[in-house]
């Protein structure tokens, strides 16, 4: 008995599948002619009977949605301001598109009909009837740069908001209007857009968008990271900067680049050292300056030793590094991040890192040059008509208050105020005992200066090859500076080089040699 219901149970079960499955093909098939449903008509083709001598905006709408397949679209807003606006109507059957010509006449609005959607705007651009229909069937596929498909790839018709995406393997299928524009876009890669022709397969293989892509800085010893990952501020920047910053000195290219970050040239020029403070001033009368590593290595940067009672400054470890030879600058701030370096970074950290052969076929040659002219902007009005002295303070000395008498002769007062006499041409003896008139000399302050220079010239070739890569790198820098007797001179030959030992070793060679030669004494005839 329990064998002979189970035989029934199996049996039922067994109808009912094939119910269940002839009712999943009916409604497929549904699907399918609802699918192959007629194609929108124009606006121009369809007829509509409003009935109506005079209606508000709202039942006109109302009416030719019930009369036909359309559906209008538009704002909320518009539609609020509009809906209760009286309108003059035809009461014969007439188009669509003869109704909507009525409507736009009395209020002003524009219609657009992309399918059996019409679109309400306010727009003064453009027709007051613009027609969309879809009516040709293209497919294709959208792959990467490796030709794999790329799903979920947006496929739109310009100007619409009409598309579809593409499936799991990139593949798309759409309607589109007689010679519309296909827009297609996906998160990374470059937009591209395309002019529909005659043909009904359309296949496109899109570029990865530089600009997206995630920002990965060279952090301590070296270490690549996602800059978004970082708990810390980090500040790059790129031998595009650089080069356009067209500085002879490398700390001269961080100006206005990085917050945080105040850069002062010290009155020697680009020669002589440069101030780096980052985030202030951490102490009051110790070493202020970040520490300075070069491809992981760090240098010696210090602001020279000129100072109140004179000195020489020949600029810091910074100064000889190449700015043509630099592909990243990067900023550490802070001491989280300069953390690996110890207590030399409590000031933060500048991370330069070379250029080096790239992977690429070919020899690669580059040339570069920048040349640059300094003249003093102004210089300070004195007063030449007195010389040096004291005025009536000595006068009750008989010397007139003016000079000193030496056998009979006038000399120049040795005085540091210019309440002397007046320079009228008297013949006086000067400082070294020569015999001179006393006369204004206009230009003795300006004659110090000169007009300088900067120019530099860099030649870099490079190539690789699968396990190796190298550049070689010349450059021929030339300064004068607005003193004369200023120079410097600089030839600088740069190597760097990658060599691939294995899969898991590869060893990274560095050489540079930079020959200075500097005249900074100022020549005495000029004072």
């Not at 299928?173 to 524009?181: C, F, M, Y």
């Not at 000399?441 to 300006?446: A, H, K, S």
């Not at 010349?474 to 600088?492: E, L, M, P």
Request: proline share 2%; net charge negative.
């Amino acid at each position: 008995m329990k064998c002979k219901l189970l035989k029934i149970s199996l049996m039922l079960g067994k109808y009912a599948m094939y119910g269940i499955m002839i009712q999943c093909i009916g409604f497929t098939l549904l699907l399918a002619s609802e699918g192959k449903a007629q194609k929108s008509k124009s606006v121009k083709e369809t007829y509509v009977q409003v009935g109506l001598e005079s209606a508000n905006l709202g039942e006109v709408i109302k009416r030719i949605e019930s009369q036909t397949d359309y559906k209008f679209v538009y704002q909320n807003k518009l539609y609020r301001n509009k809906k209760d606006l009286k309108l003059a109507l035809p009461t014969d059957q007439t188009s669509v598109a003869d109704v909507l010509m009525v409507i736009s006449e009395q209020s002003g609005l524009k219609f657009k009909q992309i399918n059996n959607n019409i679109n309400i705007n306010s727009s003064d651009e453009g027709e007051v009837i613009e027609i969309i229909l879809a009516d040709v069937d293209i497919s294709g596929k959208i792959i990467d740069e490796n030709g794999e498909g790329l799903p979920g790839a947006s496929v739109l018709i310009k100007g619409t908001a009409s598309g579809t995406t593409t499936d799991l393997e990139g593949n798309y299928k759409l309607s589109v209007p007689e010679n519309a524009i296909l827009a297609v876009s996906y998160v990374g890669y470059v937009n591209q857009e395309i002019m529909l022709d005659a043909r009904t397969t359309y296949d496109f293989t899109m570029e990865l968008d530089a600009s997206q892509l995630e920002e990965i800085v060279v952090t301590a010893f070296g270490l690549e990271r996602d800059k978004k990952s970082m708990g810390y501020a980090v500040s790059e920047v790129s031998s595009k900067q650089i080069e356009r910053a067209s500085t002879p000195n490398i700390s001269g290219a961080l100006y206005g680049q990085t917050a945080g970050v105040q850069v002062s040239q010290s009155s020697g020029g680009p020669t002589s050292s440069t101030n780096i403070i980052i985030r202030g001033n951490a102490s009051i009368t110790e070493f202020n300056q970040p520490l300075i590593v070069v491809d992981g290595i760090p240098i010696a940067h210090d602001t020279g030793g000129f100072g109140r009672w004179g000195g020489g400054d020949a600029g810091g470890g910074i100064n000889d590094i190449n700015p043509a030879d630099v592909e990243t600058m990067v900023v550490l701030k802070g001491a989280n991040a300069a953390a690996l370096y110890g207590s030399k970074a409590a000031n933060g950290v500048i991370m330069i890192t070379t250029k080096k052969g790239t992977k690429k076929e070919g020899l690669g040659i580059q040339f570069s040059t920048n040349y640059t002219v300094d003249r003093i902007a102004f210089v300070p009005d004195f007063q030449n008509k007195y010389g040096a002295g004291y005025g009536q303070q000595n006068l009750a000395a008989g010397n007139d208050g003016y000079f000193n008498l030496t056998d009979g002769v006038r000399t120049l007062r040795n005085a540091w105020a210019s309440f002397g006499p007046e320079m009228d041409g008297e013949m006086i003896r000067w400082y070294d005992g020569e015999m001179r008139p006393y006369s204004p000399q206009p230009n003795n302050y300006r004659d110090i200066f000169t007009e300088g220079h900067t120019g530099s010239s860099t030649l870099s070739i490079s190539n690789s090859s699968e396990n190796a890569t190298f550049r070689l790198a010349y450059t021929n820098y030339d300064h004068a500076g607005i003193f004369h007797n200023a120079t410097q001179k600089r030839n600088v030959f740069a190597l760097n080089t990658n060599i691939k030992v294995s899969n898991k070793v590869s060893a990274d060679i560095a050489l540079n040699y930079n020959k200075i030669d500097r005249a900074t004494h100022l020549d005495l005839k000029y004072l």
